[in-house]
């Protein structure tokens, strides 16, 4: 039976390289109260024949929270034109698989933008609103989650954020500010340890939040993070339980909250991926049984 309370949700990036339909057999076959899946993993599943009632009917019964994922949420001019129809796309492709909601991300994701110099040395690539003053990069942001927030609205669905620990506004207090801004009722946070911890939050910090302002977590580790630019692929290269995080503290934090919603498993270790994914999503299971449910 799906529980209501503190669900515990399969991620699709614990089996990265895996199709959709293979991720639905494991959250089933393990008896996952969901899956938190992605818009490209759903729309591969379409584009290969497959129709709507098709996908409706293999996840059934499954819980959905929501896919991402909405990228460099803070584009402006003709690129935030662009945002705002791969938004309307999400939206589509969650209502067809009757997901909850999507997640927007902050960026930009390439980390060589802070570099020395990067500006002359990578012309083309995108800076988001890394040269602005804070303030700025706040109304701009949340103005965008706000169209965002509109087109999901229309869809009947949520917004979920998430700030990447190397861009800006990547701290829960910047965050709530953004949201705050945002002035959405569909709109919330998701908590993830590994951008929390390298963007300098606690579980101290975590503790302090607004059950009411958080849509779910990512429960997921790290290696040892020594300050600077995070470099994800690197620090998240490690199986879930065996990085550096006290996983218990984290959890117990958005416990103390009053927090009950669902708990997602979001894993990038490369050897994994290449693992037994089943194995490895049994492993996870267990694990998050341990931490959250006892």
């Known amino acids: ?9 399969y991620h699709s990036m614990a089996s990265r ?9 494991i959250a089933r076959e393990l008896g ?11 729309a591969a599943f379409l584009d290969a024949g497959f129709s709507t009632s098709e996908l409706t009917a293999r996840l059934g019964g499954l819980t959905l929270p929501g896919i991402g994922f909405l990228i460099d949420l ?24 009757g ?11 390439d980390i060589r933008v802070f570099e020395a110099d990067a500006a002359e040395r990578y012309p083309a690539l995108y800076r988001g609103l890394i040269d602005l003053p804070t303030d700025s990069q706040l109304d701009l942001t949340a103005a965008n989650l706000r169209a965002v927030a509109d087109i999901a609205a229309s ?41 929390a911890y390298t963007s300098g939050d606690t579980p101290e910090r975590i503790a302090r939040l607004d059950k009411a302002q958080i849509y779910g977590v990512h429960l997921c580790d790290s290696l040892h993070y020594a300050g600077g630019i995070p470099n994800e692929p690197i620090l998240r290269d490690v ?56």
């Open 1 to 9: 039976m799906i529980r209501t309370e503190n669900q515990l949700i």
């Open 17 to 25: 390289p895996n199709t959709l339909a293979i991720d639905i057999a």
């Open 32 to 42: 996952f109260d969901g899956l938190e899946t992605s818009g490209p993993k759903i």
């Open 74 to 97: 803070e584009r402006q001019g003709d690129a935030r034109r662009q945002m705002l129809r791969e938004a309307e796309d999400l939206c589509a492709l969650a209502s067809a698989a």
């Open 99 to 109: 997901a909850k909601g999507i997640e927007a991300i902050t960026g930009p994701l």
């Open 155 to 195: 869809h009947g669905l949520l917004v979920y954020l998430e700030a990447l620990s190397w861009t800006p506004l990547n701290t829960m207090d910047a965050q709530m500010q953004v949201l705050e801004r945002c002035d959405r009722d569909n709109v919330r946070l998701v908590i993830d340890f590994w951008h």
């Open 239 to 294: 199986p879930t339980g065996k990085g550096v995080l006290d996983l218990q503290s984290w959890v117990d934090a958005v416990k103390a909250t009053g927090y009950t919603g669902w708990w997602s498993c979001e894993l990038f270790c490369r050897r994994q991926h290449q693992d037994d994914s089943f194995a490895v999503a049994r492993d996870l299971k267990a694990l998050m049984e341990r931490l959250i449910l006892r």
